[in-house]
């Protein structure tokens, strides 16, 4: 007999510049069935990003209380600002039976980790760490001292990819996408396995 299908977490990690949030918007086109945790930040708004949609940005006060009344599922400083995951949205997502990714850093991944080892944990990687550098600069969001935060916390970052379970280099959106979602059909179609 078949099991009902339950939701499954994941996790989505990769440095600063990778094209996380291009292969993310690829991979809810190709399968919008997928959920995307919102995640909460101090950072403020960079232009084009929504609230409640790209983040949910909330003040430095409101986050400390978020932390202080056990909301989220893991909470990290990651380049000055706060960003944490929301247990509740997660929660409702896998009562759901829904596949729920969150786009999160290192310290944080490592967190859900422990408190939900049957997830899915992905770290995507760049081609190379020369275009990593060079896509960062591109970017031109940060200040120049935010620039070279940035670009040392991805060389570190980049180094953590060996503590995941999945690495996907991103050479090509498209194919990015595509074989993270493979990865989650490999991942529901072993779960479906009678043990
Ligand atoms: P950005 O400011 O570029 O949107 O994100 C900066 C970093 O924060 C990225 O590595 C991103 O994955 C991470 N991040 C975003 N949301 C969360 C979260 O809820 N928790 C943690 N631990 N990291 C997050």
């Known amino acids: 007999m078949t099991q ?21 918007r690829r991979l ?9 945790s919102v995640s909460y930040t101090t950072r403020p708004p960079r232009p084009g990003e929504v609230d409640g949609r790209s983040y949910s940005f909330v003040s ?32 409702d997502a896998l009562d759901r039976g829904e596949d729920i990714i969150l786009k ?5 991944a490592a967190f859900v980790r422990r408190r939900k080892p049957d997830g899915l944990f992905i770290f995507i ?8 550098l060079a896509r ?12 070279a935060i940035r670009q040392r916390e991805a060389l570190i970052e980049l180094g953590l990819a060996k ?9 090509d959106v498209d194919e990015t996408a595509r074989e993270i979602l493979a990865m989650i059909a490999a991942e529901h179609a072993r779960r479906q396995q009678p043990v």
Not at 4 to 24: A, E, N, Y
Not at 163 to 171: A, G, M, P
């Open 4 to 24: 009902p299908r339950t939701g499954l977490l994941i996790v989505i990690s990769g440095p600063s510049g990778v094209g996380k949030d291009t292969v993310l």
């Open 28 to 36: 809810f086109e190709l399968d919008p069935k997928l959920k995307y």
């Open 60 to 91: 430095e006060p409101e986050f400390l209380s978020l932390i202080e009344r056990k909301e989220f599922l893991e909470w990290a400083k990651v380049y000055d600002h706060y960003y944490g995951t929301s247990r509740r949205r997660v929660e």
């Open 104 to 108: 999160i850093d290192v310290q944080g």
């Open 125 to 132: 990687t760049p081609p190379s760490t020369e275009e990593l």
């Open 136 to 147: 960062l600069t591109g970017r031109n969001t940060e200040s120049a001292q935010g620039l």
């Open 163 to 171: 503590d995941y379970e999945h690495v996907v280099c991103n050479r």
